[in-house]
């Protein structure tokens, strides 16, 4: 898994590659940590990139969700989620969890 992180005014934007597993999901929540710990609570994940997500994956996304939403500071948004991870997303009932969009311009506009 790789990832790339932008900030932007108002969020910052994290773009996945690669598979989000149970070697990987504690890297991709160390970095969401650190966009934690400096007060930075809009998130857009871009996961056009992501090739499979586990189970440790999900845990990874909707642990972030809940300490962003908590007291009203920010939330998680996705973006450009492929067919597949989508699937993955709805069959553990996640998707009402989370705003998505197709593209990141309207994913990063949604702040």
Known sequence: MDYTLEEFKHCDL?????RIDSQTA??????????LDQGRYN??????D???ISSAGLRVLI????????LNRGEVVLARVPERIYEAMDLAGFIPLFEIF???VHAVGYF
């Open 26 to 35: 504690p890297e991709l929540a160390e970095a969401l940590d650190d966009i």
């Open 43 to 48: 998130i857009v994940l871009d996961l056009n």
């Open 102 to 104: 197709d593209d990141k």
């Open 14 to 18: 994290l773009s996945v590659s690669g």
């Open 63 to 70: 642990n972030t969700q809940k300490q962003c939403k908590r």
């Open 50 to 52: 992501v090739l499979f």
